[in-house]
């Protein structure tokens, strides 16, 4: 009787499930009423006015509210979800504020749907791409199709990349008014505005051309532990059964594994692209200069890398470090901060109190419709806490309201502090954490900056925290960030990326060619100076 009951509830439950999914696809995919839709974005803006403290940073607000105003006088039919988008996110990208992203609903697939690509991969979703001089290139990649790195992606399903890229960058922001963003970020995160553009798909057909060859390829889901070679397989099956180790074999194989774990952690490795986040070797003539590529500052346990990299530095008396942050997103304060430690020579303040629009800012964060009711249910739980801690942290002043980081105290450098010549390569994809850390450099005249202009503004971004509220018929979400980050340094005029000091910037040839002339320039600098 238990086991029937058992099977009957399961039952029911994936009946509800699969109706839940039919139901929400149904909702995001037909025709909302012009009244709802004009609700949605009234709420939009409101939800925009209520929580961005720099809402009117970069547009007025008799401009922002002339252009939600048109925008309410356009929809005079009823639009699906999709619809709506494409007329939301370009108004909502004037705000000029990079954080703020506008993300149209997809349609949920059933729970079986969900298990039948559960152990299987999409590889074309793992390559890395760069968008340069009009051209999409294939600039890193998984198994077959490393053999066609430097490759020109020409066409996808018939449509040419040129095309589609021309019309996500209509719904994408980059801080103020700075331009360099737009080839590099979109180019850079090709697949997810595809696939946030089609929504799920089963396969798709790709040409590529490589110098005068033209290559079709075509992208299924396959497994993940299927192998290449059939005869491989069958060998295995035949092979004999592992030997039972020994009590000391088992012990240093639980030993390395569990040194492997921490370099993985330490490394920031990225289990679906097979690389790390941050890394460092020693490159240029006789290998004495050191080059710290970081890709990004969001994941792994970045200060065991510092400490064991700046360690190194020391132990050689290393005279060079070039540190790479083209291409690398953003992330953690603590991170940037805490890699700032190792270059400073002096006390610093790294980063001013952070203007907010509540004395709860992370109270606020997790209280969104667009939140699990777990991450609710948990926020409500701990409320006492997090206000106390808030209150805490949060004080106004001159009619705004500034929250308190560790970051925004004076600081000393770090007692393992690098003291040699430091190189920073840019561009136009440096965006968010990656800009703030350049601010500091340049403001501080510590490094000298290579390459293109970043994405990023000099004075500061809007984020630290983010609140999602998704918009009640619709289902479209609003990602805003609720905390002003700056360094302590301004420039003008405002809306400006961190410029180089020595400008250079990426070509076509230099991407067919395997040529890096931003690293090479710094290796002849410094030569030349010995």
């Given at each position: 009787m238990i086991k029937k009951a058992l099977l009957?509830?399961?039952?029911?439950?994936?009946?509800?499930?699969?109706?839940?999914?039919?139901r929400y696809n149904e909702e995001v995919t037909k025709k909302h009423s012009v009244v709802a839709l004009k609700e949605d974005v009234a709420k939009a803006y409101f939800k925009l006015q209520q929580n961005h403290p720099r809402l009117y940073q970069y547009i007025s607000k008799d401009e922002l509210d002339y252009k939600f105003d048109s925008l309410q006088n356009t929809i005079n039919e009823p639009l699906t979800s999709m619809e709506l988008y494409l007329k939301l996110a370009p108004v909502v990208k004037t705000v000029g504020q990079g954080h703020i992203s506008v993300i149209p609903p997809q349609k949920r697939r059933t729970k079986e749907e969900r298990k039948a690509n559960k152990n299987k991969k999409f590889d074309f979703f793992t390559s890395e791409f760069q968008y340069v001089d009009n051209h999409l290139i294939l600039a890193r990649a998984t198994n077959g199709d490393s053999l066609l790195v430097g490759s020109e992606l020409i066409s996808l399903n018939g449509e040419t990349p040129q095309e589609l890229i021309k019309d996500y960058n209509k719904n994408v922001?980059?801080?103020?008014?700075?331009?360099?963003?737009?080839?590099?970020?979109?180019?850079?995160?090709?697949?997810?505005?595809?696939?946030?553009?089609?929504?799920?798909?089963?396969?798709?057909?790709?040409?590529y051309k490589l110098k005068?060859?033209?290559?079709?390829?075509k992208y299924n889901w396959i497994d993940k532990k299927a192998k290449?070679?059939?005869?491989?397989?069958?060998?295995?099956?035949?092979?004999?059964?592992?030997?039972?180790?020994?009590?000391?074999?088992?012990?240093?194989?639980?030993?390395?594994?569990?040194?492997?774990?921490?370099?993985?952690?330490?490394?920031?490795?990225?289990?679906?692209?097979?690389?790390?986040?941050?890394?460092?070797?020693?490159?240029?003539?006789?290998?004495?200069?050191?080059?710290?590529?970081?890709?990004?500052?969001?994941?792994?346990?970045?200060?065991?890398?510092?400490?064991?990299?700046?360690?190194?530095?020391d132990s050689l008396q290393t005279k060079d470090l070039i540190i790479?942050?083209?291409?690398?997103?953003?992330?953690?304060?603590?991170?940037?901060?805490?890699l700032y430690s190792y270059l400073a020579q002096e006390d610093f303040t790294f980063i001013n109190e952070s203007e907010v629009t509540t004395r709860t800012p992370i109270l606020n964060m997790f209280m969104s419709n667009a939140k699990s009711p777990v991450s609710q249910g948990f926020a409500i739980l701990f409320s006492p806490i997090i206000v106390a801690h808030n209150l805490l942290k949060t004080k106004k002043r001159d009619g705004k309201l500034y929250y308190k980081f560790r970051q925004s105290?004076?600081?000393?450098?770090?007692?393992?502090?690098?003291?040699?010549?430091?190189?920073?390569?840019?561009?136009?994809?440096?965006?968010?954490?990656?800009?703030?850390?350049?601010?500091?450099?340049?403001?501080?005249?510590?490094?000298?900056?290579?390459?293109?202009?970043?994405?990023?503004?000099?004075?500061?971004?809007?984020?630290?925290?983010?609140?999602?509220?998704?918009?009640?018929?619709?289902?479209i979400i609003i990602n805003m960030g609720l905390m002003q980050v700056d360094a302590p340094y301004k420039v003008e005029p405002d809306g400006y990326g961190v410029t180089p000091d020595i400008e250079i910037n990426t070509t076509l040839a230099d991407l067919e060619s395997g040529n890096d002339p931003v690293i090479n320039w710094v290796l002849n600098s410094i030569e030349e100076r010995k």
């Open positions: 009957l509830a399961l039952t029911a439950t994936s009946i509800i499930s699969c109706k839940s999914v039919e922001a980059s801080d103020g008014y700075n331009k360099t963003l737009f080839e590099s970020f979109v180019g850079k995160r090709f697949q997810r505005y595809y696939a946030r553009d089609k929504g799920f798909i089963d396969s798709l057909n790709v040409t005068d060859s033209v290559f079709n390829r290449k070679d059939s005869t491989k397989v069958d060998s295995l099956k035949i092979s004999a059964s592992p030997k039972r180790l020994t009590k000391v074999a088992r012990k240093a194989l639980r030993k390395k594994n569990k040194q492997k774990r921490k370099d993985r952690s330490k490394y920031g490795y990225i289990p679906q692209i097979k690389a790390n986040t941050r890394e460092m070797t020693f490159v240029g003539k006789d290998s004495v200069t050191a080059y710290m590529k970081i890709k990004g500052f969001t994941n792994g346990d970045y200060e065991a890398f510092y400490e064991e990299s700046f360690k190194l530095l790479d942050l083209r291409d690398n997103g953003g992330g953690r304060i603590a991170e940037i901060n805490d105290k004076v600081q000393s450098p770090h007692e393992q502090n690098y003291n040699g010549n430091v190189y920073v390569l840019i561009n136009g994809n440096s965006f968010s954490a990656s800009s703030i850390l350049s601010t500091n450099l340049k403001a501080t005249k510590r490094a000298t900056l290579v390459g293109q202009e970043t994405g990023g503004a000099y004075n500061g971004t809007v984020a630290g925290l983010f609140k999602p509220y998704k918009l009640p018929t619709s289902k």
